[in-house]
C-alpha cells in the first residue's frame, strides 16, 4: 500500500490525561448518581468503588496493548492485530458507533443543562420565558450547534482546543466536595451515622445492579488509546495518562457520593428516596442544601463544562477511529485524508459530526442509544482483555512496554467482569441490545457488500509487509514447493522466500519419485538418486539465504496427483509451481488440472537460467478486469517489497478506440489498485492497442518479471489462454502467474 501521510505525535503527558478527564470527570457522575442512590442507598459509594478497581483492571490491559501497538485506533487498531480483518472490522464499527452515541448523549446532555441555565436566568429577569427558548427545539438547537463548534476545532488543530473546559469543571467539583467536607466538621456524628443508615438498601443484587447502571461513567480512559497515534513517548505517556485520569475520576467522585449522601441531606430525609423520587437532580439537591443557590449554579456550571469536554474527547475518538478503519479499508477510504497543511483528519471529523447530528435530530429515545453505548463499551472492554491476552501469548511484550501484573489472572478477572456487566446491562435494557445487533446487521451488510474486497486486500498486503502481524494472529501459512530440476532451485527457493513470511512461515519441499519398475534390494533406483539430488541442491540454496524448509519425499506413479494430494493433507496456503517453459500440451493440460484440483493458492514460475528474484529491480504488473486474485497479488507485491524495494509499474491495456474518459477511468483504478497493493509509489500506465500480446511482449522487454493474473474456470476450461502463452514463449524475463484459491 502507498504510504499515507500519517499524523504528528504532538501530545504530551498533559493533553493525553487532559482527554481522559475530559471524558470521564462530569458527566457520568451528575447523570448517574441518584439512579446509583435509588438502587443501593449509601452503598452506591462502593458501587462507585467497585467498579474503579474493574476500571483499573481494563485500563492495565489497554495500556499494554497501546505501548505494544502505539497507533491510533483503540480496540479497533489491537483487533486487527490479533484478528481477522472481518472480525476487526466488528469491532471498530461497534466502538465507533458506541464513541458517537457517547458524543450524542454528551451534547443533549450539555442542551438540556444550558437551557435549565436559560431558564433560571429569565425567570430572575424577565419572568416566564417564551417556548422557543427552553423547548425541546431549543436543547437540540444548542447541542447541534456544541457539535459543530467542537468539530470545527477539530479540523483546525489535532488536540482540538485547550485545557480550560477540564479545568474549569474540575475546580467546580473541588469547590463542591471542600464545601460539603467543611459542612461535615460542624455535623453530629450521629447524623453521619442516620444518613449512611440503611448502608446496603438494595442488599447485594441492589449493589450488583448499581455498578451495572453506573460504569459508564468511568469510561473515557479507552479514548486515550483510540488517538495513541499522536501522544509523544506514548510508552510512557499512555499508561500514565490512563491511571492518572481514572485516579483524578475516582479523588473526585468518591468524596463527592459521600458528601451528597450525608451533609447533602436535611435531619429526617434519606438519600435513597429523595434519589427515587429526583434521581437527575439529586447533586443539585445536596448542592442547594449545604452551599445555598451557589451550591446549585456550581453543579450546573459543572454539568456544563462536563457535557462539553466528554462531547470533545468522544467527538475526537470517534474520529480517529474511523481514520483507522479507512486507512484499511473497512471504511470509505476517503475518510483517511489528512489535511495538507493542518494534517487533521478532516473528513473523519466532519463524517462522525454529521451522523451525531443526524442522530440528535431524528432520535426519539435517546437513553437507548445510550444504554446501548454502554453495553457495546462493555462488551469491547472484555474484548480488549482477550486481545490483550492473546497477544502477550503469540507475540510476547517486551519489557519496554508496559506490563500487566500477575498475568493472566487480572485480564481474565476484568473480562469477566465487563461481560457480567454487560450482560446485566442487556438484560435490564432489552431496548440496548436490540440496537446493537441492528447496527451490527447495518455493519455486515456493508462490509459483505462494498468494504470486504479492498478490505481484504490491504489486510493481505500488510501480512505480506509485516510477519509480525500473521505471528500476532496465530498462523503459520504453509508453501508447497514441488522440486524436479535443479537447474530452478535458486529462483524456486527465492520465491519461496518471497511467499512465506520470515519467521513464521513454512516451506515445504517436495520430491516425488516415480516408482521404478524393477528394484534390486541393496539397490539405490536412479529416480530416487536424482530426486535426493535436486532436494540437496534445493536445501543448499535455502540454507544459504536463510531459510529452513522441511523436506518430504514421496513415491508416486503420477506425480501431478501427488502434488495436490500433498497439498491437501498438508493444509498449504499457497503451491509453488517451477516450469521452464508452458509451450507443451502436456504440461499445459497438468498444471491445469492441478490448479482446478487445489483448496489453495496457486503461484506458476517460469525462470530463465539463472534467474534470482534478488536481482530484480523492475517488475511489470499487468491489470485486466477483475480476475478475484487481488488477494494473492497483494500480498506477493509486498512480499517482494519486504525482500527489497523494486520500480513497480501497473499497466491497463485498452482497446485503441478508447476515449479520454474510458482511459481516465482506467487510470483512477490503478490508482486505487497502487494505494491497496503497492508499497511506495508506482508508476501507472494506460496503454491503448489492439496488440495485447505485442504490448505486454514489449513492456515485459523493459522489466525483470512479469506478474500475471489466472482465473480458475473449472475444469473444462482452459486456464492459459492464447495471451498467456504467447506471452510466456515471446519473452525472457521472469514470469509468474497466480491464481486464487
Known amino acids: 500500500m502507498a504510504q499515507q501521510a500519517e499524523m504528528h505525535r504532538t501530545t504530551g503527558l498533559l493533553g493525553a490525561t487532559g482527554i481522559g478527564v475530559g471524558a470521564i470527570v462530569g458527566g457520568g457522575i451528575l447523570a448517574l448518581t441518584g439512579v446509583a442512590f435509588a438502587t443501593t442507598g449509601p452503598s452506591a459509594i ?22 505494544q501497538f502505539p497507533e491510533s485506533g483503540g480496540t479497533y487498531a489491537f483487533a486487527k492485530k490479533v484478528l481477522t480483518v472481518e472480525a476487526a472490522f466488528s469491532v471498530g464499527w461497534v466502538v465507533w458507533f458506541a464513541s458517537i452515541v457517547a458524543a ?7 442542551g438540556a443543562f444550558a437551557v435549565i441555565a436559560i431558564e433560571e436566568v429569565y425567570r430572575a429577569t424577565s419572568g416566564q420565558p417564551p417556548a422557543w427558548l427552553v423547548g425541546h427545539g431549543a436543547v437540540i438547537a444548542l447541542s447541534v450547534a456544541a457539535t459543530l463548534l ?15 473546559l477540564n479545568v474549569g469543571k474540575v475546580f467546580v467539583f473541588t469547590v463542591l466536595i471542600a464545601a460539603g467536607l467543611w459542612g461535615l466538621v460542624g455535623s453530629p456524628q450521629g447524623s453521619i451515622k442516620e444518613h449512611l443508615t440503611p448502608f446496603f438498601s438494595g442488599g447485594a443484587l441492589g449493589l450488583i445492579q448499581a455498578m451495572g447502571y453506573t460504569f459508564i461513567a468511568l469510561q473515557g480512559f479507552d479514548l486515550i488509546a483510540a488517538v495513541s497515534g499522536e501522544i509523544k513517548d506514548p510508552r ?51 448542592a442547594r442544601r449545604y452551599l445555598g443557590a451557589i451550591g446549585y449554579w456550581l453543579v450546573v456550571a459543572a454539568a ?28 470509505p477510504h476517503w475518510l483517511e485524508t489528512l489535511h495538507p497543511k493542518r494534517g487533521t483528519p478532516t473528513s473523519a471529523v466532519l463524517a462522525t459530526a454529521l451522523i451525531v447530528v443526524v442522530v440528535l435530530v431524528f432520535t426519539p429515545d435517546v437513553a437507548a442509544i445510550g444504554a446501548a453505548s454502554s453495553l457495546v463499551f462493555l462488551i469491547t472492554f472484555a474484548l480488549a482483555h482477550r486481545i490483550a491476552i492473546m497477544a502477550r501469548q503469540r507475540g510476547g511484550v517486551s519489557h519496554s512496554y508496559f506490563r500487566t501484573a500477575l498475568f493472566p489472572l487480572i485480564p481474565v478477572t476484568g473480562a469477566l467482569s465487563c461481560l457480567a456487566l454487560a450482560v446485566f446491562q442487556g438484560v435490564s435494557v432489552p431496548s440496548a441490545g436490540i440496537i446493537v445487533s441492528v447496527w451490527l446487521a447495518l455493519g455486515g451488510l456493508l462490509y459483505s457488500s462494498v468494504f470486504a474486497r479492498r478490505a481484504r486486500t490491504v489486510d493481505a498486503h500488510s501480512q505480506g509487509l509485516d510477519a509480525e ?25 527465492g520465491m519461496a522466500t518471497a511467499l512465506a513470511p520470515p519467521k513464521v512461515g513454512r516451506v515445504l519441499l517436495l520430491s516425488v519419485v516415480a516408482a521404478p519398475e524393477q528394484w534390486e534390494p541393496g539397490e539405490t533406483p536412479r529416480s530416487l538418486a536424482d530426486s535426493l539430488a535436486v532436494v540437496r541442491e534445493a536445501m543448499t540454496t535455502s540454507f544459504a539465504t536463510g531459510l529452513e524448509p522441511g523436506a518430504l519425499t514421496t513415491v508416486s506413479g503420477d506425480p501431478w496427483s501427488e502434488i495436490a494430494r500433498v497439498a491437501g493433507v498438508h493444509d498449504c496456503e499457497s503451491l509453488l509451481i517451477g516450469l521452464s517453459n508452458l ?8 498444471v491445469e488440472q492441478l490448479m482446478a484440483s487445489v483448496a489453495c493458492d496457486v503461484v506458476v514460475l517460469r525462470a530463465p537460467t539463472g534467474w534470482v528474484l534478488d536481482d530484480v529491480k523492475r517488475v511489470l504488473v499487468p491489470i485486466g478486469g477483475r480476475g478475484g486474485h487481488e488477494v494473492l497479488r497483494a500480498r506477493l507485491l509486498a512480499s517482494i517489497h519486504r525482500l527489497g524495494a523494486r520500480e513497480i509499474t501497473l499497466l491497463r491495456i485498452l482497446p485503441a478506440g478508447a476515449t479520454a474518459r474510458e482511459q481516465a477511468a482506467a487510470k483512477r483504478e490503478l490508482k486505487i489498485l497502487a494505494q491497496d497493493e503497492v508499497a511506495g509509489d508506482a508508476q501507472l500506465v494506460v496503454a491503448c492497442t489492439d496488440d495485447v500480446v505485442g504490448e505486454l511482449t514489449r513492456r515485459a522487454s523493459e522489466c525483470d518479471l512479469v506478474i500475471l493474473g489466472l482465473q480458475r474456470l473449472g475444469r473444462r476450461r482452459k486456464l492459459f489462454g492464447e495471451v498467456v502463452l504467447r ?15
Request: include cysteine; glycine fraction near 8%.
Open 46 to 67: 462502593i458501587a462507585f468503588a467497585l467498579n474503579g478497581v474493574i476500571a483499573f483492571l481494563t485500563a492495565m490491559s489497554f495500556a499494554e496493548l497501546a505501548t
Open 104 to 110: 450524542v448523549l454528551y451534547g443533549y446532555g450539555f
Open 150 to 164: 467542537y468539530s470545527l476545532s477539530l479540523t483546525l488543530r489535532a488536540g482540538g482546543g485547550g485545557p480550560w
Open 236 to 286: 510512557r505517556n499512555i499508561p500514565r495518562a490512563m491511571f492518572a485520569s481514572l485516579g483524578l475520576a475516582l479523588a473526585i467522585y468518591l468524596p463527592l457520593l459521600f458528601v451528597v449522601a450525608t451533609v447533602g441531606m436535611g435531619s429526617g430525609e434519606s438519600i435513597t428516596q429523595r434519589s427515587v423520587e429526583q434521581p437527575e437532580a439529586i447533586v443539585a439537591i445536596a
Open 304 to 331: 456544563i463544562l462536563s457535557m462539553l469536554s466528554a462531547l470533545q474527547a468522544n467527538l475526537l475518538a470517534a474520529s480517529r477511529i474511523a481514520r483507522a478503519m479507512a486507512r484499511d479499508r473497512t471504511l
Open 469 to 493: 502481524l500473521v505471528r500476532l494472529r496465530g498462523r503459520s501459512p504453509l508453501v508447497l514447493v514441488p522440486i524436479a530440476n535443479p537447474q530452478n532451485a535458486t529462483a524456486m527457493v
Open 583 to 590: 509451450t507443451g500440451h502436456a504440461i499445459e493440460a497438468h
Open 727 to 741: 506471452l510466456a514463449r515471446e519473452t525472457s524475463c521472469g514470469l509468474v502467474m497466480i491464481s486464487r484459491r
